[in-house]
């Protein structure tokens, strides 16, 4: 049966990596190939940014860690999650770097023998890494040296560089990185060099203040707001499988959501919100025949979708239908889901024929 294709442009991954190599001026851009590479593939997608140059890349977990090891060997690879209890041991093993977020992963990763490995700081997002009031006592610990002997990066997250809305989001902005300031100079006054690193896409395009040694990317490379200028990398293209005329009143989909306005036609592709298109696109997406839109019909189902080609008389079994691409971008449909592109790609799933078109 025909079947949708998902195609990942490795040449404009490529791309966009040099773009925000080449906007981060002297800092090292480094790659964020979490969650499977967002949805794109982590070992073809870290491999191609390998060979354009990329040295650093961070994943959120040891598992995802170990997957890349075993594809990049040499690459320096940071678990941003952290590690503890026997982790430590693995990832020490193979060479990988936790982001230690606490105190006690900080004693942990010392006591086990130490290594390479990154600190993350929180300064005010809240969520991870460690708060500024534990740095004051860890400050205080004569062992914090020698625990933290591998240290090559310490780096903090910003809450708000992806908002356009000026005002309150870039003073966060600016409170994050006055505070990121005050921190690693703390540190530096009790430990050997080391690097930092403040910004992921949004904060590269924020400008250099917020570049520091190391940037972050992630969805710029994949082709995501907020890196205005990124090359489309993903590509999803459905044939129709099956077409039918129906009457005026006549209903489509569960629920019976949408009834036809007039005699129809109903175009069905095999794909649905178990494909990552999301159920919030009922009644309300768009998909797009030659360039032209085409709403989504009654409500996505696990495996399917119906639209609505009544204006397209073209349209048959066969015809292919674009729902991200150059018309589409990731972002639209995010947007028409109600989401981000971030859980558009990570929510592709795995059920896809996958095409990669190389980087040369
Ligand atoms: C995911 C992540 C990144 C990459 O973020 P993008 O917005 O996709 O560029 C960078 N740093 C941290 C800590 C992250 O969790």
């Not at 190939?33 to 650093?56: E, F, R, W």
């Not at 100079?185 to 896409?201: E, G, N, Y």
């Not at 085409?294 to 015809?319: Q, Y």
């Not at 028409?336 to 896809?352: D, K, V």
Request: hydrophobic fraction near 40%.
């Amino acid at each position: 049966m025909a079947a949708p294709v998902l195609t990942i442009d490795l040449g404009a991954l490529v791309r966009n990596w040099q773009a925000l190599d080449r906007l981060s001026g002297d800092a090292e851009t480094a790659a964020a190939v979490k969650a499977d590479a967002y949805g794109c593939g982590i070992a073809p997608v870290a491999q191609a940014l390998s060979n354009a140059g990329c040295q650093s890349f961070f994943v959120a977990t040891l598992d995802e860690a170990a997957t890349l090891h075993s594809v990049l060997p040499d690459a320096r690879i940071f678990i941003l999650n952290g590690v503890t209890g026997e982790e430590c041991q693995v990832a020490r093993n193979l060479g990988l770097r936790p982001c230690l977020n606490a105190p006690h992963q900080i004693a942990e990763w010392g006591a086990g023998g130490g290594g390479p490995c990154a600190l993350q700081l929180d300064t005010g997002m809240s969520r991870l890494g460690v708060e500024p009031r534990d740095l004051d006592k860890m400050l205080q610990n004569p062992a914090l040296p020698t625990a933290l002997g591998g240290l090559e990066l310490v780096m903090s997250h910003l809450a708000c560089a992806d908002d356009t809305n000026a005002g309150e989001a870039a003073d966060m902005s600016a409170r994050q990185r006055a505070a990121f300031e005050t921190l690693t100079a703390a540190l530096s006054a009790v430990l050997p060099p080391f690097k930092r690193s403040l910004a992921a896409t949004g904060g590269t395009v924020l400008g250099r203040d917020y570049h520091y040694d190391l940037v972050r990317c992630g969805i710029g490379l994949y082709g995501g707001t907020p890196f205005a200028e990124a090359e489309t990398v993903v590509h999803l293209t459905s044939p129709i499988i099956q077409i039918r005329d129906i009457e005026e009143g006549d209903a489509v989909g569960y629920g019976a959501t949408w009834r036809a306005q007039r005699p129809s036609r109903i175009a069905t592709l095999p794909l649905g919100y178990g494909d990552g298109l999301h159920r919030t696109l009922s009644d309300s997406g768009t998909v797009y025949i030659n360039g032209q839109p085409a709403p989504v019909a009654g409500r996505v189902s696990m495996d399917l979708l119906t639209i609505d080609v009544t204006d397209h008389p073209d349209a048959d079994k066969d015809t292919q239908v674009e729902i991200i691409g150059k018309t589409q971008s990731v972002d639209a449909l995010a947007t028409a889901a109600g989401t981000i592109g971030y859980e558009i790609l990570t929510s592709l799933g795995t059920r896809y024929e996958r095409r990669y078109k190389n980087a040369s």
